[in-house]
Structure formats: C-alpha cells, structure tokens
C-alpha cells in the first residue's frame, strides 16, 4: 500500500466511503491528514476571463524522502497517472510554477478562460516509490466575465443604478470601474460593483461597460436609453429661398425627445389648426408671419416651439400720396408730393402721373407739382405695384409772379414816359408855335388827361383807362386774361 494510494483513498471515501476498506482510512490517518501534505489557501477561486489566476499552496513530505518530481495535474482520477499540466499545449504556454521543492506549491495561469474551469491539483513523487502525493481536493476555477446590468432606459430625472454581474464573487477585490461609450468615467459614483446615476441627464444616455482595475477584460456595452419629454422644438419651412404672400407653404416641426415625438399640433394665433409633424399653408399671408406655432407630444410632456419667424415679402399696398407746400417768395409756390407705401421689401421705385396721361411725368419717391392737375404715385417692388388715388394739387405761384413782373414793367414805363414827356414839354413850351398841328401828339396829351378831340384814338383810350396808361401787349394772352378780368370787375 503506497501513500499516493491512500491519499488518494481517503479523498474518494468522502464521496465513495463505501468503496475502500475503513481499515485503511485508519492506518492512513495515522501517518497524515490530507491538510498537512497539501494546504491551498483559496480552494475555490472565481477568476475574470483573460486575468492571471495564482494558486497558491504549500505541502510537506516525510522526512527522509527527497522530491523527485513535482507538478500540477487537473481533474485527477484516481489509479491513473494524471498528466503533467505544462506538458498540455493548452496550459504550457499559460502555466507557471512559482514554488520550489520544499514547500511552496504555487503556480500562476495565465488568460484564463471559461474552458480553464477544472478542479487542479498538485501532485509530487518522492524517491520512495511508495511515497506519491496528490493534493486531492484542489483548487477549483470558475472563469466569469462581465455583464453590464441597467434598464433598458430610463426618465429624465430619474436615479438608475448599473451593476456589473459577475457569475460568482471575485476572489480579487479590485475595483470596478465603468465606460460610457468606451470613455472612463471620471466621476465615482460607484458602489462596489454598482453605478449610481442620480437625477439622470440626457448626457447619461449611453453604451455602458465595466472592468476590474487592472484588468484587461471589459464587459460587453449595454445601452442607456434616457427617454425625455420634447426640448427644442422648432417649426422650419420646407424648402428654401423668397416666400411671396400668396404662396403655398409647408411647415414641419422639430423636436428633440426621446422617444420620439409623433403627435404634433398647430396653432394659428393661439387657435388649434391641425395635427401631424407638417402642416401646409395655401396662401400665406403676411401677417401670418408671427402666428404659427406648433406643439409637440410624447409620453413623457410636451412642449410648444417659438411662432413661426418668416420674412413674407408682398407686393405695395396702402399707397397714398401725402402733399407738402412749401415755397419762396421770389419762386412762387411748389407743391411737393411723397408717396408711400406698405411693401416688403420697400418699393424703392416710384412713378407719378397726371390724371388721363398715359406716360409717367415724374419718378422718384416725391415730385414737386409745377402745373395743376390731378396726379397719383404709382409704387413698385420686385413682386408687383400699386398706384395710390389721385390728389388734386392747384399752383398758383406763377400767376402771382407775373402780376408782379407786369406791375414793375410798367410802373418803369410809366416813370420813363413822365419824365420824357416832362422833358418834352420844357422843350414844346420853347417850339410850340412850330409844331402844333401834329395828330399824333394828341395820344400824348390824352394819356395825361388833356382834351378828348381825336375819335381815332377812342379804343385806345378805353383800353389805357384800364391798365393805367400801360401799353397793351396784345400778343400775351396772360395780359389779356388781366385785362378782361379787371373789366369784368368794372
Ligand atoms: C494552510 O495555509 C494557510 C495559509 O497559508 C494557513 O493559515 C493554514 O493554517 C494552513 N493549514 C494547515 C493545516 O497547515
Ligand atoms: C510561494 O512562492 C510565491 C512566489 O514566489 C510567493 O509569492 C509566496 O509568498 C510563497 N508562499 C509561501 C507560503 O512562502
Ligand atoms: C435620487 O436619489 C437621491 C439621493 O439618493 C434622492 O434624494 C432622490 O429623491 C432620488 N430621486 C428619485 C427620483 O428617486
Ligand atoms: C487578454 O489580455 C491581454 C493582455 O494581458 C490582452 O492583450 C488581450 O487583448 C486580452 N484579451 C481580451 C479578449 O480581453
Ligand atoms: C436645438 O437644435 C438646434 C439644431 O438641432 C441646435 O443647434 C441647438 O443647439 C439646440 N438647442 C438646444 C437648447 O438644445
Ligand atoms: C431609445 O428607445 C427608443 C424607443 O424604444 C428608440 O426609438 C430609440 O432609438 C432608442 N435610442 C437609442 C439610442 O437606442
Ligand atoms: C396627441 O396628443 C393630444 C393631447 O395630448 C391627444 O389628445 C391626442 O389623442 C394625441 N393624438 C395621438 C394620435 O396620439
Ligand atoms: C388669399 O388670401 C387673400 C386674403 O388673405 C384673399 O384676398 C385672396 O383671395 C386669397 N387667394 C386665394 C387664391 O385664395
Ligand atoms: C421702375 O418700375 C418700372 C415699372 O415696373 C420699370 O419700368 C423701371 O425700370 C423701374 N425702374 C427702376 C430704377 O427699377
Ligand atoms: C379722366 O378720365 C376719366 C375717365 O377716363 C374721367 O372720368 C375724368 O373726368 C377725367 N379727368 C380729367 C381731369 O379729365
């Protein structure tokens, strides 16, 4: 009877008493208890995959043996000679021994995987062929990995805790530490193998993994959905470029939220006019600009967008024609007419016309009238025109001028004929005997009052006692409106 033989008899009569004589378990008992050969101080070890696994162990043999040979077997079976680990092509590459021949046992595995899973055991041989020992129970592995457990989403505003699963309880107590999208978070909010999330922003929302400092393992992401009422919602106009009153034009509200919003509403002025994330307007009108808004509704809220901001253009309107007199003195009165409007963009063209002529008689914003008449503005912007109602403008400035160009005129004259007639008649008075008999003196002698002799001179003179001794120009039909308006008073 051997001693490999009755270690290994006294593991398997804790599983299969029966089977081995109690006899032997006695005499075996006597010489060791299966503790003071091979001791494993963590006989279950749970590690995380691809980290470095120690095993460490320490035995003693008999005195008088020396050691021969010691390794590292997994799942032994008794009667069989177990295999030497770091002769597997599995473990060579991966296995470490880390103790020595006398008593430390300890080896080191590397990369464990889920396929690592054994029970494993050290085994020595002594020259005492009699003297083999397997350390039977060994240390058992479990490989866990990593599993990101979070609700699939949560609220704004709400506390979410993560935790990172393992399938058993570490047996290295490092810490945990947690990615969001890949990224380390900085903040710790963790608890053992927990991540506290308070008061969750939309920021949280996020692919979330974990590892153990110092391990190369990360866990597979699980996704944080952070559902959250409408935020910034906004009406855009479909299509780009000049909206013109009059046009069709499509509206499409935006938001932001999470799940997404598929209830919209709209509002004219406060009033409810449709549903649906677009709502058309045939023929906008420019006061419309300011009056739409929209609403949009999730499950958690809703939100109402800012009105709807449009720059409409349309065409002049309320077109009228303001008048300003103003004039000098020495000018006569002008009367300057100013056109306005209401249009987008603001008409910068103007055209003025007379009442019944077909062509403009004047451009620009105001116009100065010379003449009387009826006359009205006509204002343009790219998008069409108006003309305003006609305006009665009266110039009388020029009449005036010309009352008092002909009172001078002639009042000069006057002046001219007394004084050549005053001259005249110091001369006559010395040659009056000479030259008495001539007709034609007699219009000078009636013009200041003398006898009324000559008929000849009769239409003349009734024309003279008008006009004050003016000589009638009888080309002018000015004058003649002055002279019959003056007999007209008479
Ligand atoms: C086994 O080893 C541990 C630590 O290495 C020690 O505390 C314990 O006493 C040992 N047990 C025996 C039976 O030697
Ligand atoms: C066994 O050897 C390992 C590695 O050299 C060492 O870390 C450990 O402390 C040793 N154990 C004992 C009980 O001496
Ligand atoms: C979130 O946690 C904080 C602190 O534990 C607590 O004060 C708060 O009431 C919690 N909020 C909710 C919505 O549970
Ligand atoms: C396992 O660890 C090694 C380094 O120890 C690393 O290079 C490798 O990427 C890791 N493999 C996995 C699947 O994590
Ligand atoms: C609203 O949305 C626009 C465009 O999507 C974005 O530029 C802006 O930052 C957002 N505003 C807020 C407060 O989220
Ligand atoms: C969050 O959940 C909503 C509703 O299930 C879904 O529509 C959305 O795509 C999810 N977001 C992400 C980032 O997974
Ligand atoms: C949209 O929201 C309004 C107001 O909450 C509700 O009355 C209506 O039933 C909703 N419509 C749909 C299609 O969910
Ligand atoms: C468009 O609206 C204006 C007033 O808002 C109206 O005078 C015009 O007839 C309308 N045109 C059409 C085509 O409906
Ligand atoms: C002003 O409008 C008239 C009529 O549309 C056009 O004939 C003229 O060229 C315009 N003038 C300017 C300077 O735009
Ligand atoms: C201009 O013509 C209209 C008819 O076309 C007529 O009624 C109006 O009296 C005319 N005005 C002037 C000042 O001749």
Known sequence: MSVDEMGLAMVMSVR???L???????????????????????????????????????YTYPTGCKIEKVFWTKNPVKGEENPDLSEDPEYSQRLQYLGDKQQNCTIRLSHVTQKDQHMYCFRFITDKPNVKWTGYPGVTLT???????????????????????????LTDRATFIWYRNSQPLTERRDRNNQLLLQSVRREDAGRYSCALHGHTY??????????????????????SGVIVEGDSVTLICSSDSN??????????????????RIYSISNISSDDSKKY????????????????????????????????????????????????????????????FKENQS?????????????????????????????????????????????????????AAVVIMLISLWIKNRNGAQKSQ????????????????????????????????????????????????ITNKKRKRI
Request: charged share 15%; aromatic share 8%; hydrophobic share 35%.
């Open 20 to 58: 081995l004589p109690l006899i032997f378990l006695l005499i075996i008992h006597k010489v060791y208890s299966k503790e003071e050969v091979v001791n494993y101080s963590h006989p279950h070890i749970c590690a995380l995959k691809n980290s470095s696994v120690i095993m460490s162990c320490t």
């Open 218 to 239: 990360i866990s597979p992401a699980a996704q944080l959905n952070v559902s959250y009422a409408p935020k910034n919602v906004s009406v855009s106009i479909s299509g």
């Open 259 to 276: 799940p997404p919003a598929l209830n919209f509403s709209w509002f004219k002025g406060g009033t409810f006019v449709g549903s649906g």
């Open 359 to 411: 062509s403009a008689v004047g451009s620009g914003q105001s116009f100065s009238a010379l003449q009387s008449g009826r006359f009205y503005c006509e204002a343009h912007n790219q998008h069409g025109s108006q003309r305003s109602d006609a305006v009665t403008v009266t110039v009388k400035g020029h009449l005036v001028i010309l009352y008092i160009s002909i009172g001078v005129v002639c009042g």
């Open 293 to 352: 808004k929209c609403k949009s509704i999730n499950e958690h809220g809703e939100k109402y967008s800012d009105a709807l901001n449009l720059n409409i253009m349309y065409s002049p309107r309320r077109v009228s024609v303001s008048i300003i007199k103003s004039g000098q003195f020495w000018e006569g009165d002008s009367v300057t007419l100013i056109c306005s409007s209401d249009s987008n963009p603001p008409a910068l063209n103007f055209s003025w």
């Open 143 to 169: 490989v866990t990995d990593l599993q990101v457990e979070a609700p699939e989403r949560v609220t704004e505003g709400h506390n979410v805790s993560l935790t990172c699963k393992s399938s058993c309880t």
């Open 16 to 18: 299969m008493a029966p």
């Open 434 to 481: 000479v030259n008495h008999s001539r007709p034609h003196n007699g219009l000078h002698k009636t013009c200041i009052g003398g006898e009324r002799t000559d008929p000849v001179y009769e239409n003349v003179e009734a024309a003279q006692h008008d006009s004050n001794t003016c000589k009638p120009d009888l080309n002018s039909s000015v004058y003649e409106n």
